[in-house]
């Protein structure tokens, strides 16, 4: 007479809260600063060149470009939108809505709030350190568009107003692509072009704010796209399977352990 018994285990998928987990934003903030380095080496050197170019081409044009818009000046319209690129006021904005985005069930809305504020900062540093190496005149200073001095004190380049509105928005597009993203694009174009309306800026420095901002965005907003439909993938496959049988037989007793 054999008499046996059997156990079946299923084990728990690899990493199947990590779409969800909160301590995802450390693990992309980690990850995020490694890929840098390589990124800025391969995949974003073309765009990189295209960028720089075209901002190149446009600053040959910021006199006339300038006068032009400058036409449109109204002022009290065009300071309302031009707060939505004030850094000082948007990096505690975003942290808020960071922090009320945890509170939503649905994680990309968290997703999208997290990167716009990782950008935020990240796009900030680099705009920063171009604006003082650059040192270039503000249009109210009438040293001409094409007075440069670097580490003169000056920072018309580039626009920090519009490297901070596109990097905050442009999240939202990639991770809600529709009518109320888009305008609120919409709302950070209209802030970038305030500044060269006020005079704070030429229409190459809000050009080249707006494509630090978006690109810096753009390219951490996929990365974190990927990882989270990486951990669902892992988190929808069969889980791993361990069977422990054994039993009792006339000649002795036996176990075996399969998977």
Known sequence: MIVSAGLLWRAP?????????????????????????????G??????????A??????????SLAADLQQWHRRELWRVVEEFGDANAMRPAAVIVFVGSLLQDDHRVQDAAFTGLQALIL???????LKAAGGRARPWQDRGADDWEPFSGRTSFPSGHA??????????????????????????TATSLSRVTLRYHWPSDVLAGAMIGSGIS???????????RDAFALAAEPADRVRLTGGFHPLGASLRLSF
Do not use: C, K
Request: proline content about 8%.
């Open 218 to 228: 753009y390219w951490l907003a996929n990365r974190h796209r990927r990882s989270a």
């Open 163 to 188: 490297t901070t509105a596109f990097a905050l928005m442009t999240p939202w597009v990639v991770y809600f692509p529709g009518p109320v993203a888009w305008l609120g694009m919409g709302v950070a």
């Open 13 to 41: 998928a690899a990493r199947s809260q990590a779409a969800d987990d909160p301590l995802r934003f450390a693990h992309w903030l980690i990850e995020d600063g490694r890929a840098l380095p390589g990124a800025l080496a």
């Open 43 to 52: 995949p974003v050197l073309l765009p990189l060149g295209l960028g720089v």
């Open 54 to 63: 075209g901002v190149a081409g446009v600053s040959t044009m910021d006199a």
């Open 123 to 129: 796009a900030n540093l680099v705009t920063n350190m």
